[in-house]
């Protein structure tokens, strides 16, 4: 699906376009092959790139082609929860052009005049689009550490498998954020030395390298939270299997006393105390001390 929007300066909001104008945003979603055909005849662009554009494994980079730049960085994606999609942005000679293979949520602030997006001014709107994907980032890590600082105050008790589940869900996310802070600081600093930013935009670009490294070392703090949650979750379950083992053994070793015995007498065989009236008394108080002793022994030891 291509889409075209163009907002001057004089304007007050953007407007969706039927064709292609001088100046315009061209937001491409999920193209097919004929769309990306008409992409790379139209505008002369280039079709490895674009396809690239649409690999959810990208890194994110700076390419440049033809005087075209390629830029492919990644934004939250809600399609499924806290997953990341890449993002192309190209800068022609007079368009913007985005693609992607999912429309990202921050569009709608785009299209609802929530942020100034003039797209006749390319490097502000590249500004603009960094920040809205940045705040994407910000504000699904806060919800995350939010999550997890939550699951610390939790006793193991109350924390079941669901939550254990979900705290692996959230190692994961928080894995591959700080893959995507990495790249995308590095990306920024790239930009900054190849592309002729006014001072005013390139101090934005630097603020929000700063905020990057702050996503990034608030998700590997969060990262050893999750870490530590799991191991103290996992010594404290060993620790209970563990006990109940030992409950068992020595049920298991109480029982297997009268078990020995019954099964002695039996036999057909001749027996001390068979033809004492009290034999069944006397075996039952020998029972009674040898458990009395046993348990004893294991108090001692402070096995229970």
């Given at each position: 699906m291509i889409n075209y929007y163009k907002r001057t300066v004089r304007q007050k909001n953007i407007k969706k376009i039927p064709s292609f104008q001088i100046g315009c945003l061209i937001n491409v979603v999920n193209p097919d092959k004929k769309e990306i055909d008409y992409l790379v005849k139209k505008f002369k662009l280039d079709r490895h790139n674009l396809r690239?554009?649409?690999?959810?494994?990208e890194i994110p980079r700076l390419d440049d082609v033809n005087n075209v730049k390629y830029i492919f960085t990644s934004f939250v994606s809600n399609v499924k929860k806290h997953s990341i999609d890449t993002?192309?942005?190209?800068i022609g000679g007079n368009f913007i052009l985005t693609l992607s293979k999912n429309?990202?949520?921050?569009?709608?602030k785009i299209l609802n005049d929530?942020?100034?997006?003039?797209t006749t001014q390319k490097l502000k709107c590249l500004i603009n689009l960094f920040s809205l994907i940045n705040e994407g980032f910000e504000e699904t890590t806060i919800d995350i550490i939010k999550s997890v600082q939550a699951k610390k105050r939790l006793s193991v008790n109350q924390i079941r498998e669901e939550g254990?589940?979900?705290?692996l869900e959230q190692e994961d996310t928080l894995n591959d954020f700080v893959s995507s802070y990495y790249y995308i600081n590095l990306l920024y600093e790239r930009i900054i030395k190849r592309i002729n930013f006014y001072e005013q935009d390139k101090?934005?670009?630097?603020?929000?390298i700063v905020e990057g490294n702050q996503g990034f070392n608030l998700c590997k703090s969060s990262l050893k939270t999750i870490s530590n949650i799991r191991n103290y979750y996992t010594i404290l379950l060993s620790n209970r299997l563990n006990n109940i083992i030992t409950i068992l053994t020595i049920f298991t070793i109480l029982v297997s006393f009268p078990s020995a015995i019954s099964g002695i007498?039996?036999?057909n065989l001749r027996l001390p105390l068979e033809k004492n009236p009290a034999a069944f008394y006397y075996i039952l108080l020998f029972v009674g001390l040898s458990w009395v002793l046993f348990l004893s022994y294991l108090k001692k030891k402070k096995i229970i």
């Open positions: 690239s554009g649409l690999d959810p494994n993002y192309l942005i190209v429309q990202p949520d921050f569009f709608k929530e942020i100034k997006f003039i254990i589940n979900v705290l101090e934005i670009l630097e603020d929000l007498y039996g036999m």
